[in-house]
């Protein structure tokens, strides 16, 4: 009798504990929920106004205080892409060595702590680094290149680790099963191992192509104009951007609370670019998945 009075206080500590547990998770959750969305409703709350036709098609006039910010707009798309076809093909080709053909060792343990290193340097580092090597050194000047570039390396390590994952996750027997039939390493890893992969890789690319349309201190430093009105010609034209406008209008420009409301309409649609472009993403990852082979 005592024996089941113990086993059966042990199951409601148990149980008390799950409770506990889980009812924290919930919790947390929530708590994140109604942050997310509390930032979510005061950004619209305090842009939705500003938006209109020609905010959105026309270029900034009368010292930025009035018209609209297509050409930060368009800057944004260029350098967000930019980024992208820099980051995602260095990226997987870097995570494919390391996970494919590197011989695991000393050598390759020290690169992944490096990678995981990079992943948290502060992104104005990255942007000294874009103005001293890209802009200075190479000669690009404050373009859309050197932009491009110095935010495809930022985004580089959380590439390489979302794609090391992805071709982990996909089962051994597989290249075991290619290699038995004859069929080379490359066209193994080509053909059979970065398709099943691809789904999990876009996944992470996804917060890489989030932080580029985001970021301010590295394109401040490689390609962000502080006013123009003109589209880009070339790669090696500077432009507007989105992050860097904001920061303008919030701190330097010439009548800060007059544009208060062209700040919040900036952010809106800021927030509106990045989730079109993770859609985007989102929508290629889905149909990936549907196809996938295993």
Not at 6 to 13: A, D, I, P, V
Not at 43 to 52: N, P, T
Not at 176 to 187: D, I, N, P, R, T
Request: proline content about 4%.
């Amino acid at each position: 009798m005592n024996g089941k009075a113990l086993r059966s206080n042990t199951m409601r500590w148990r149980y008390f504990k799950q409770y506990v547990f889980f009812t924290l998770v919930r919790g947390s959750a929530a708590l994140i929920t109604l942050a997310l969305g509390g930032l979510i409703f005061y950004i619209v709350y305090h842009g939705i106004s500003a938006i209109s036709w020609e905010f959105i098609t026309q270029p900034p006039t009368h010292a930025m205080t009035k018209g609209g910010i297509m050409p930060a707009i368009i800057g944004t798309i260029y350098l967000t892409f930019g980024a992208i076809a820099v980051g995602l093909p260095l990226g997987i080709a870097s995570a494919i060595y390391l996970t494919e053909y590197a011989k695991q060792g000393r050598i390759v343990r020290f690169l992944k702590v490096g990678i995981n290193c990079l992943a948290g340097v502060p992104s104005v580092v990255f942007g000294l680094f874009g103005l001293g090597f890209f802009v200075i050194f190479l000669g690009f000047g404050s373009s859309i290149l050197a932009g491009s570039l110095t935010l495809g390396f930022l985004i580089l390590p959380t590439i390489i680790g979302a794609s090391e994952e992805a071709l982990k996750a996909v089962p051994q027997t597989f290249r075991e099963a290619s290699l038995s039939l004859g069929v080379s390493k490359w066209q193994t890893t080509y053909r059979i191992v970065l398709p099943n992969a691809l789904p999990g890789i876009l996944t992470g690319s996804i917060l890489g192509i989030g932080r580029a349309a985001g970021e301010t201190a590295p394109i401040m430093f490689t390609a962000a104009a502080y006013f123009t009105a003109k589209l880009p010609g070339s790669v090696f034209d500077e432009v507007m951007a989105l992050p860097y406008h904001i920061y303008v209008l919030a701190t330097a420009g010439t009548n800060i609370e007059a544009t208060r409301p062209i700040q919040f309409g900036t952010v809106l649609v800021l927030v509106a670019v990045v989730l079109g472009i993770d859609l985007i993403a989102i929508v290629i990852r889905g149909y990936m998945r549907r196809n996938k082979r295993w």
